[in-house]
């Protein structure tokens, strides 16, 4: 686990033999799912697309839930519907697609709609759809321009088109039987401002926050107005926690290939053709790579995978915020500074990894411990409380 390095800094403490630590959590994000075609349109004023030389099957879903099921985690899809529109409803929605008022999307409806949408509806656990866009650009007479919800610079589109993209986003989505809209978004090409961006009176986030999102997760190094961040690996953006990606460990047009390197911040992003191969058939040996790399981050006491994208969301905050001390049999929590945040999501649950020379019992008046796990390695126990809070302002778990 050299390459593992980098989390031996997490915060630690210890008395006696016995150590605690409430781990980074680590969600995995996966771009541009949701074209059908594969084809990197760009040259010719169509999207980016994914660049796979083949169409997309409903196996490249799958795929997702496979690497959701061997990890116990579930995948964010950030999700493209352009081409799931069935009724052509894009017709009526300015700048969302290269052919604007004549968007013909017949070609692209068939039965692999369905197939794939009872894939997405019957692995729930292993998949969740995160708002990506219709048609990921912004076209104004059949040239685009980088992106769907904010220009290049960060500044977001008008408020009034924002609105009619999220409004046929989710008719798209009912149009499919795939849902509600969902509660995480990523921003097109990364284009974003944190807050409200010039010539604006309100925020993406603000929109976002009205229709019920919670997260969103895009990298900070280009977003707009970065600078008014105040927590570090995650801002808060009128209640919505806005995560920072980092950097992907693979280019997004790598079909396959081998991931390798460390996942150096609380988000394991790629976009879909990493996870895929050429032959969708082999798609599982590319999701068995992506496995081996990312299942010694559940193993190691300081980080770990989270297992769906609200658990994410709380462990990071108390994972930044919630003090700790360990000493004389009892584990200290004090959630003072968590609960200054103003997320919408709440922070009743965490996570809390414990390794001992010796076998522990835990036991708490003052938070619910909801399930314990152990493991033991070499000469060690590691244990995974998970806890879900009684008191707000803090509790002590005691072990003998
Ligand atoms: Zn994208």
């Given at each position: 686990?050299?390459?593992?390095?980098?989390?031996?800094?997490?915060?630690?403490?210890?008395?006696?033999?016995?150590?605690?630590?409430?781990?980074?959590?680590?969600?995995?994000?996966?771009?541009?799912?949701?074209?059908?075609?594969?084809?990197?349109?760009?040259?010719?004023q169509?999207p980016?697309?994914?660049?796979?030389?083949?169409?997309?099957?409903?196996?490249?879903?799958?795929?997702?839930?496979?690497?959701?099921?061997?990890?116990?985690?579930?995948?964010?899809?950030?999700?493209?519907?352009?081409?799931?529109?069935?009724?052509?409803?894009?017709?009526?929605?300015?700048?969302?697609?290269w052919?604007?008022?004549?968007?013909?999307?017949?070609?692209?409806?068939?039965?692999?709609?369905?197939?794939?949408?009872?894939?997405?509806?019957?692995?729930?656990?292993?998949?969740?759809?995160?708002?990506?866009?219709?048609?990921?650009?912004?076209?104004?007479?059949?040239?685009?321009?980088?992106?769907?919800?904010?220009?290049?610079?960060?500044?977001?589109?008008?408020?009034?088109d924002?609105?009619?993209?999220?409004?046929?986003?989710?008719?798209?989505?009912?149009?499919?039987?795939?849902?509600?809209?969902?509660?995480?978004?990523?921003?097109?090409?990364?284009?974003?401002?944190?807050?409200?961006?010039?010539?604006?009176?309100?925020?993406?986030?603000?929109?976002?926050?009205?229709?019920?999102?919670?997260?969103?997760?895009?990298?900070?190094?280009?977003?707009?107005?970065?600078?008014?961040?105040?927590?570090?690996?995650?801002?808060v953006?009128?209640?919505?926690?806005?995560?920072?990606?980092?950097?992907?460990?693979?280019?997004?047009y790598?079909?396959?290939?081998?991931?390798?390197?460390?996942?150096?911040?609380?988000?394991?992003g790629?976009?879909?053709?990493?996870?895929?191969?050429?032959?969708?058939?082999?798609?599982?040996?590319?999701?068995?790579?992506?496995?081996?790399?990312?299942?010694?981050?559940?193993?190691?006491?300081?980080?770990?995978?989270?297992?769906?994208?609200?658990?994410?969301?709380?462990?990071?905050?108390?994972?930044?915020?919630?003090?700790?001390?360990?000493?004389?049999?009892?584990?200290?929590?004090?959630?003072?500074?968590?609960?200054?945040?103003?997320?919408?999501?709440?922070?009743?649950?965490?996570?809390v990894?414990?390794?001992?020379?010796?076998?522990?019992?835990f036991?708490?008046?003052?938070?619910?411990?909801?399930?314990?796990?152990?493991?033991?390695?070499?000469?060690?126990?590691?244990?995974?409380?998970?806890?879900?809070?009684?008191?707000?302002?803090?509790?002590?778990?005691?072990?003998?």
């Amino acid at each position: 686990m050299g390459n593992l390095q980098a989390f031996e800094s997490i915060k630690k403490v210890s008395d006696k033999g016995v150590s605690v630590v409430i781990p980074m959590p680590i969600q995995v994000v996966i771009d541009d799912v949701g074209w059908w075609s594969g084809e990197d349109g760009s040259e010719r004023q169509e999207p980016y697309r994914t660049g796979i030389s083949r169409n997309h099957v409903p196996g490249d879903y799958q795929a997702i839930v496979e690497l959701g099921k061997a990890l116990g985690i579930r995948p964010q899809a950030a999700i493209v519907l352009g081409e799931w529109d069935k009724q052509n409803i894009l017709r009526k929605v300015p700048h969302s697609t290269w052919m604007g008022k004549k968007w013909d999307n017949s070609k692209w409806v068939g039965p692999w709609l369905e197939e794939a949408a009872d894939i997405i509806n019957n692995n729930k656990d292993n998949f969740e759809i995160t708002m990506h866009g219709l048609g990921h650009e912004w076209w104004t007479d059949g040239k685009f321009t980088r992106a769907e919800w904010a220009a290049n610079n960060g500044v977001m589109r008008p408020k009034e088109d924002i609105e009619r993209h999220l409004d046929a986003f989710a008719e798209i989505l009912k149009q499919n039987n795939l849902g509600e809209l969902p509660k995480s978004f990523v921003p097109t090409a990364f284009r974003h401002g944190f807050g409200v961006t010039p010539g604006n009176e309100v925020s993406i986030a603000e929109l976002l926050a009205k229709r019920s999102f919670t997260y969103i997760n895009t990298p900070f190094e280009i977003m707009l107005n970065k600078e008014h961040v105040k927590h570090g690996p995650f801002g808060v953006d009128s209640g919505i926690l806005t995560v920072d990606r980092g950097n992907d460990l693979l280019d997004w047009y790598k079909i396959g290939g081998k991931p390798e390197g460390t996942i150096n911040g609380s988000t394991c992003g790629m976009h879909w053709p990493n996870l895929l191969h050429e032959d969708p058939e082999r798609n599982l040996e590319i999701v068995e790579r992506w496995v081996k790399l990312l299942a010694p981050y559940n193993d190691m006491q300081t980080t770990i995978l989270a297992k769906n994208s609200v658990f994410f969301q709380q462990q990071l905050v108390h994972h930044k915020y919630t003090k700790m001390k360990v000493n004389d049999g009892t584990i200290i929590l004090n959630f003072t500074d968590t609960n200054q945040l103003s997320t919408i999501i709440s922070n009743n649950e965490l996570t809390v990894k414990v390794s001992s020379n010796r076998e522990l019992v835990f036991s708490s008046d003052s938070i619910n411990i909801v399930s314990i796990s152990s493991k033991k390695e070499n000469n060690s126990i590691l244990y995974i409380l998970n806890f879900r809070k009684k008191d707000y302002e803090g509790a002590i778990v005691s072990f003998v």
